[in-house]
């Protein structure tokens, strides 16, 4: 991914501006949405392709503080006729449906908006603002992150066929380079030295989006002997549900007969039914967390899943990303309007503090509300995985009967505050 300036072979094109930023993801595209309010030139650079980045289906959840910047910066319209506002959770475990009240603990919510609902909101901004993005570039390299003048290489087809045709050597300078290239991407590996830390799951989540109207007001976690569930949505007409599935499990293995089948078992409440319809995408992932020991380095920046991921159950990563973005926006309007370089160099440091209190969260959601069935030995124990699983309940049971505790579930899960960033001494 990056190499200092050897003698490269001349680029065909030269291009110019002050913030390179690698990746059209939601941290990508809003860093480029919030410099363009400022009048600072982004240009974005993406692997894939306008329509791959649109359909993608992955987070649903907006804790406030998201909601919050995303109205502050023009880009709250839709959300605010579209979203559904969300003023708790359910949570089951021991037959029982418990509803969690951030309205009564903390007096703030979360809006269900579909990731795919803010890159749309995103990408129509950007078709306003005329920002530079560049689909289907390959084999990228970020060079000279020590230097004043970093630039990034990349190669991008012409031809409408993307795998034929002659391949264009681009080179992208700018002042800034920003790695917000998620979890696959390689911008990291541009900063010497960099550590990750990190920790896969023994479970997966099997997602499922269905024409079904919901069949709940508000999301139900579910923590069930035979693994955890969870009943959300998207619209009025969609539902959007998971259960937890062996992170070596294959999509083939749920048709969507089984697939309903677990969830009714999973969710089953007396007197409650669970509404079926066609499902339209199904996909397993992995459960892991990630994180770096920087995100940053001279020119290079990371922001996002390129710099950490948490386990979903806490509904955190694109919300993470969001409050990377808005540090970032917040340090470089800094150094490019007054060449303070101290909220640039104090990013990494403040970003990295929310980060890992989230990840805290995501963890103690995770570990709460899933069975953890795996033993070394391959042989199930039940003597281990049935104490954890009773622990659980205990747990689940105290934290429902516990102010204090709903407290803090719904403060972390409505939204940290986002602290102006205090510049270093
Ligand atoms: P992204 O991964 O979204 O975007 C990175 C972009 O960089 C991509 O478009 C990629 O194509 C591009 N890229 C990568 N390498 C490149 C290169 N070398 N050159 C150019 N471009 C490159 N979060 C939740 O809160 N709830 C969920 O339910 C949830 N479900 C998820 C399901 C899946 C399958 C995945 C992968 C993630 C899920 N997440 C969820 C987390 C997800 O929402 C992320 O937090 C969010 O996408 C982070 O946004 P970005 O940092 O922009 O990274
Ligand atoms: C979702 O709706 O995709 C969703 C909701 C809550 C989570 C994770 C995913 O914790």
């Known amino acids: 991914m990056t190499q200092n300036a050897p003698n490269l072979p001349a680029p ?4 110019h501006t002050s913030v390179a930023i690698i990746g059209a993801g939601p941290a990508g595209l809003l860093l480029a949405h919030l410099l363009a309010r400022r009048g600072i030139d982004a240009v974005v650079i993406e692997r894939q ?8 289906i992955r987070a649903g959840v907006l804790e406030q503080t998201s909601v919050e910047v995303l109205r502050e910066v ?3 319209d839709r959300l605010d006729r579209q979203g559904l506002q969300h003023r708790g959770i359910h949570l089951q475990f021991n037959g029982a449906r418990h509803r969690v009240s951030f309205d009564d603990a903390v007096g703030r919510s979360v809006w269900i908006y579909g990731q ?3 890159v749309a909101d995103l990408l129509a901004s950007h078709d306003k603002l005329g920002t530079r993005i560049v689909y289907n570039v390959q084999n990228v390299a970020v060079h000279n992150v020590d230097s004043n003048a970093p630039f990034v290489r990349f190669e991008r087809r012409r031809s409408p066929d993307l795998r034929v045709g002659p391949v264009e050597r681009v080179e992208l300078r700018a002042q800034i380079v920003v790695g917000a290239d998620g979890f696959h991407g390689a911008a990291r590996q541009a900063i010497p030295g960099i550590e990750t830390f990190g920790h896969e799951y023994p479970y997966a989540w099997l997602g499922v989006l269905a024409n079904v109207a919901p069949s709940t007001d508000e999301l139900i976690y579910s923590l069930h002997e035979r693994g955890f569930a969870m009943h959300s949505m998207r619209s009025p007409e969609v539902s959007r549900l998971y259960l937890q599935v062996d992170p070596g499990d294959s999509v083939d293995a749920w048709p969507d007969e089984r697939i309903w089948e677990e969830l009714d078992t999973r969710l089953a409440l007396p007197g409650w039914t669970l509404g079926r319809g066609e ?3 199904k996909a397993i992932t992995p459960m892991r967390a990630f994180a770096v020991s920087t995100m940053h380095h001279g020119r290079l920046v990371l922001a996002g899943d390129a710099a950490h991921i948490v386990p979903p159950a806490g509904a955190k990563g694109l919300n993470l990303a969001i409050a990377d973005v808005w540090r970032l926006d917040g340090a470089l309007a800094r150094w490019f309007d007054t060449g303070d370089r101290a909220h640039l160099a104090q990013y990494s440091t403040d970003a990295l503090e929310r980060v890992w209190q989230v990840q805290y ?4 959601m995770t570990r709460m509300l899933h069975r953890d069935f795996g033993t070394e030995s391959g042989v199930p124990d039940e003597y281990r ?6 622990m659980q309940l205990g747990q689940l049971q105290h934290l429902v009967d516990t102010p204090a505790a709903i407290a803090q579930l719904a403060g972390f899960y409505t939204g940290l505050p986002l602290q102006d960033p205090a510049p270093a001494q």
Request: aromatic share 12%; hydrophobic share 25%; glycine share 10%.
């Open 116 to 118: 795919h609902e803010v």
């Open 279 to 281: 499902i339209t995408d």
């Open 385 to 390: 995985s049935g104490f954890e699983y009773r």
């Open 49 to 56: 392709s306008r329509e791959h980045i649109s359909r993608r």
């Open 12 to 15: 065909d094109t030269r291009l």
């Open 74 to 76: 023009g880009l709250g």
């Open 361 to 364: 969260f995501s963890n103690w």
